[in-house]
């Protein structure tokens, strides 16, 4: 539990710790400092519940996790951080539950079928990988997703060398008429998932 004690141990049971993050200056934006506490609050409960046991704070969930931004707040950049941190921690965990449960031979197959279905899709001439916006609607930028769909291809069919941070931290400009967002950011939340899985 190291990697999550890191954080979480640093929130007293009696109320906020200002120091658990660096703030930003009163002129500048940072994140809630409630939010990010209570974040971290709802992580430390989920991380210390017994296995099998229901928890409301998965990898996914830390992946999809937002703050609202507020002057003086928690600075953006330690507290995006400490959530890649958190999400790996968890992802360990819940592996590490999976293979206790299903077997560690069901948990790879699972993964080998998921990044099938990547291959799959990334294999698709490059401008049709994925479905379409409306002309005057912003989506993706087209070439920008299809040059890093290139390489997370070759990491999957050659082993070409990428890191999770890649894939989380990948950011497109927007284009009218570009890709659709929810389905390339659905692809990558797989191929995080199967990245997860097999380190």
């Not at 699972?110 to 990988?129: C, W």
């Not at 040059?147 to 009218?176: G, H, Q």
Request: proline residues 4%; glycine residues 6%.
């Amino acid at each position: 539990m190291s990697v999550v004690s890191d954080r979480l141990h640093r929130v007293r049971q009696n109320g906020l710790v200002s120091t658990t993050f660096p703030r930003t200056r009163r002129s500048r934006r940072g994140y809630d400092v409630e939010q990010v506490e209570e974040f971290l609050e709802d992580a430390r409960r989920a991380y210390a519940t017994p296995p099998g046991e229901p928890v409301g704070v998965s990898a996914e969930s830390i992946r999809h996790t937002a703050f609202s931004l507020r002057r003086g707040g928690y600075s953006a950049n330690h507290v995006d951080a400490a959530l890649e941190r958190l999400e790996d921690a968890f992802a360990t965990r819940e592996r590490e539950q999976a293979m206790l449960i299903d077997g560690e031979e069901s948990w790879y197959a699972q993964a080998r079928q998921i990044a099938q279905e990547i291959v799959d899709r990334l294999s698709r001439p490059p401008l049709h990988r994925f479905a379409r916006t409306g002309i005057l609607t912003d989506g993706y930028d087209l070439r920008e997703v299809d040059s890093f769909a290139n390489r997370l291809l070759k990491y999957f069919e050659d082993k070409l060398v990428m890191t999770v941070d890649e894939v989380r931290t990948i950011a497109f400009r927007p284009r009218k008429h570009g890709y659709r967002e929810a389905q390339v950011d659905l692809l990558l939340d797989s191929a995080i998932k199967v990245m997860q899985a097999v380190r």
